[in-house]
């Protein structure tokens, strides 16, 4: 623990988050280090930060690195606080490499973006129907995963099994082959290798079959949470519960805290980056960042209507004319999608 004499007035609040221990630094009006101090990550600990960072004087801003994860709890009790919570993100490397890796820096670092303008994200609200479509979303990520880990360990121990249980499942299809397998009936000597494939691939026909059903109770749950969270998002074309999840979820509880269309399609990684230089000028490149499973989400959308929507089918044939890639033309497709489904989140009169 550091610490300055203690002033008043404004000041501003950086917090480094982590598993058991949450460090929080205080910076004055013109940036000078007020204070820095760790905290336990339990209730009570959250509390005595609070109280502690009140006692140097107004706060006009707390940033918080980790306000997904580690810092969740703490961003929750400082909104209820009546504190104005702005996301951090973590410290510039080659700033990181120039002072040194320490709890205390990387808290005081977090006020300084703040202060200076560098942070300014709303962290997502995580306090309503938004939070438990995620929370869900997890889980039926997870099983989806499972499934497809399953059945490629499947296909994998198929290839390499005796003869005769590889041609007794020979040119069966996947779903075949999962019914198949989850009926086999392996002899009492595990010993024997014959055996000891069957009874693997079995249990593994079986997982299979059991992620299954907890996938459909999932998507059963889901449905109705997504509908009624955003029924004008639904109700667009090709856009079914899952990357309407997904989109919910990317704009999270809070959608007040994208003040643009512009600044949703930076959130998905839709917004093309600028990347002229010298005499090269009016040139993008692709932008890799934002929310992956949000982009997902919207170029799964745009490959159905390329498919099914008279719309988008014109739309292709016209910039394929024009000189435009199929990459290229389904860039820009998510662009306008992103600009439609922004639209549909954030315009009561959709």
């Not at 140097?56 to 504190?83: C, F, P």
């Not at 890796?101 to 962290?123: C, F, I, M, Q």
């Not at 040139?283 to 159905?304: E, F, M, P, S, T």
Request: proline share 4%.
């Amino acid at each position: 623990m550091t610490t300055i004499a203690v002033r008043t007035g404004a000041v501003t609040v950086g917090v480094d988050t982590h598993k058991d221990i949450h460090v929080a630094a205080v910076l004055d009006e013109v940036g000078r280090l007020l204070g820095s101090c760790g905290f336990p990550t339990d209730p009570a600990g959250n509390a005595a930060l609070i109280g502690w960072v009140e006692q140097h004087g107004s706060i006009t801003r707390v940033g918080v690195e980790g306000t997904g994860s580690y810092g969740a709890q703490l961003t929750r009790d400082l909104q209820r606080a009546g504190h104005h919570v702005i996301e951090v993100d973590r410290p510039d490397r080659k700033a990181r490499r120039l002072r040194g890796k320490d709890d205390h820096l990387d808290a005081e670092a977090a006020a300084r973006a703040v202060l200076s303008g560098r942070a300014t994200t709303v962290p997502k609200a995580r306090d309503g129907q938004i939070e438990a479509i995620r929370a869900l979303r997890v889980a039926r990520r997870s099983c989806v995963t499972g499934r497809t880990v399953a059945m490629n360990q499947l296909k994998a121990l198929l290839v390499s099994a005796p003869r005769d249980l590889r041609e007794q499942l020979r040119g069966l299809s996947s779903t075949q082959l999962i019914k198949t397998a989850a009926r086999l009936r392996p002899g009492d000597d595990l010993a024997d290798p014959l055996n000891g494939t069957k009874y693997a691939m079995r249990e593994i026909g079986l997982r299979h079959q059991f992620l299954t059903e907890q996938l459909k109770r999932l998507d059963a749950t889901l449905r109705p949470l997504v509908a009624a969270a955003a029924p004008a998002l639904v109700a667009r074309f090709a856009v079914g519960t899952d990357t309407a999840g997904a989109l919910l979820v990317a704009l999270g509880d809070n959608p007040g805290r994208l003040t643009s269309e512009s600044s949703f399609a930076h959130l998905c990684g839709v917004a093309p980056l600028p990347a002229s230089s010298g005499k090269t000028s009016g040139r993008y490149r692709l932008n890799r960042g934002g929310d992956r499973r949000a982009n997902n989400a919207l170029w799964r959308i745009v490959l159905v209507r390329m498919g099914t929507d008279q719309r988008t089918k014109d739309y292709v044939a016209r910039r394929t004319t024009q000189g435009k890639s199929k990459p290229e033309i389904m860039r820009c497709l998510k662009r306008y999608v992103a600009r439609e489904i922004y639209a549909a989140l954030t315009d009561p009169r959709t």
